[in-house]
């Protein structure tokens, strides 16, 4: 069992192994947020090299998640914004992560599709889980973005001049946990 204490900031009982409280966000022991933060850019820095010329943009940022959990293989994810967009394939390229299915916050439509159709759409729970099932026939994967709103999904998948669109009630707040797309069936895993 683990061993109790106090914040000496808010005073509230936190675990002892614990570096930061998780009520106030005091810091208990060892290096700063900031100080972490810091030495990750360094690593970052030094794992790009010095062949990567990073350039100095004045607007957007860069998100970086990496997923994991007990036996399963990290996931990175990037996501760029604003003028950092023009380096996100170098990015991915260099991380080794692939293109695959992709959320979007804003899209700019590209080809104005002669033909718009709404796709075979199956939905269910399996476990604790809300499974969305989209057929989309001779679509690659990047061809396909997603979207999550806040109650619903949208789904959006381009093939020449045709386009399949849907849009799918989710439970407010569940969060994308798995997406793959396979045999021309997209499948999305919320919970």
Same mark, same amino acid.
């Given at each position: ?29 060892? $290096? ?11 690593? !970052? ?27 399963? $293989? ?10 950092? $967009? ?10 080794? #992560? ?12 590209? /080809? /104005? ?30 061809? #396909? ?9 949208? /789904?959006?998948? !381009? ?17 994308? /946990? ?14």
């Amino acid at each position: 069992m683990f061993r109790k204490k106090r914040c000496p900031e808010c005073g509230r009982v936190i675990d002892e192994k614990w570096r930061f409280c998780p009520f106030c966000g005091a810091r208990l022991k060892g $290096k700063s947020i900031f100080e972490e933060v810091e030495e990750e850019f360094e690593r !970052m820095r030094r794992f790009f090299s010095e062949d990567f010329s990073f350039p100095k943009f004045r607007s957007g940022g860069i998100e970086i998640t990496i997923h994991s959990g007990t036996g399963m $293989k990290p996931r990175i994810k990037i996501r760029t914004s604003g003028e950092y $967009k023009k380096i996100e394939p170098e990015l991915k390229k260099r991380l080794g #992560i692939k293109e695959g299915i992709r959320e979007v916050e804003e899209e700019k439509v590209k /080809v /104005v599709p002669k033909v718009m159709e709404e796709p075979e759409t199956k939905v269910y729970r399996e476990g604790g889980r809300q499974i969305v099932e989209v057929k989309l026939p001779d679509v690659k994967s990047e061809d #396909i973005s997603l979207r999550k709103l806040e109650q619903s999904l949208e /789904v959006k998948a !381009m093939k020449g001049k045709k386009a399949y669109f849907t849009v799918v009630p989710i439970k407010p707040g569940a969060r994308i /946990v798995k997406k793959e797309f396979k045999k021309g069936w997209l499948r999305i895993e919320l919970e």
